[in-house]
């Protein structure tokens, strides 16, 4: 069955430094999401990402959060000024229709800030 | 705004015996339910979703699900547990034309021999 897959697994950044996050979705899939976990709490949505453009993002997804789909196959996430509470485990999901087909979900990437 | 509730943070089950794993929403029109499984260290796999028509839905590794639009439930059921189904069990809603999921808080299963 075709997965989600997120790299790395687990990344460790200073504070202050960038980070990109990245994700492989499912090939025939179109709509791409990023959401967090911050460790003990729930998973947290933070933005969609449809025809190269954001459709929904979070009070979190701020100016320090991007996403991009720079080729066919990777969609990323970046943090440019990583801060201690950005540690979290970071899911990568896609979904091949908007509300009426579920979203599957990667194995996360655990950020941790130093 | 959608919200899910899971009253239940841990619950401990023998194994063989039954299962039910609590999820109420707050939405005001149909929302899409599912419900997902963490084992450690591992992401969010489906575990059953409801769109639409039968209100029992079955999934896999055996769990069904039932939306009670009265009670604005989706509990989690499954007649007999394993040891391998102990992980954290998280609800989730979303609404048509808005593909944002809403988790709950999740509940930790514990699976005794």
């Known amino acids: 069955e075709p997965e989600v897959t997120q790299t790395p697994s687990h990344q460790v950044t200073q504070m202050g430094q960038e980070v990109i996050l990245r994700c492989v979705p499912i090939s025939n899939h179109l709509y791409f999401y990023w959401y967090r976990q911050i460790l003990g709490q729930k998973v947290e949505f933070l933005v969609s990402f449809y025809n190269n453009e954001i459709s929904e993002k979070s009070e979190i997804f701020d100016d320090q959060f991007s996403v991009e789909r720079p080729d066919g196959s990777n969609f990323t996430l970046k943090i440019r000024s990583t801060k201690l509470e950005d540690s979290a485990m970071y899911f990568c999901?896609?979904?091949?229709?908007?509300?009426?087909?579920?979203?599957?979900f990667g194995d996360g990437t655990r950020l941790s800030i130093l | 705004a959608q919200s899910v509730t899971q009253p239940d943070i841990h619950i401990t089950v023998s194994e063989g015996a039954s299962l039910e794993l609590r999820c109420n929403y707050s939405?005001?029109?149909?929302?899409?339910l599912f419900w997902y499984v963490q084992s450690p260290g591992q992401g969010l796999q489906l575990l059953l979703k409801y769109f639409s028509g039968d209100t029992l839905v079955q999934g896999i590794k055996g769990f069904e699900a039932e939306f009670k639009r009265s009670q604005s439930s989706f509990n989690l059921r499954k007649p007999s547990v394993h040891w391998s189904d102990a992980a954290e069990y998280f609800c989730a809603v979303a609404n048509f034309g808005n593909e944002k999921l809403t988790f709950g808080t999740g509940t930790r299963l514990t699976i005794i021999p």
């Open positions: 939405y005001g029109a149909t929302p899409y």
């Open positions: 999901a896609s979904s091949r229709d908007r509300a009426n087909q579920p979203q599957h």
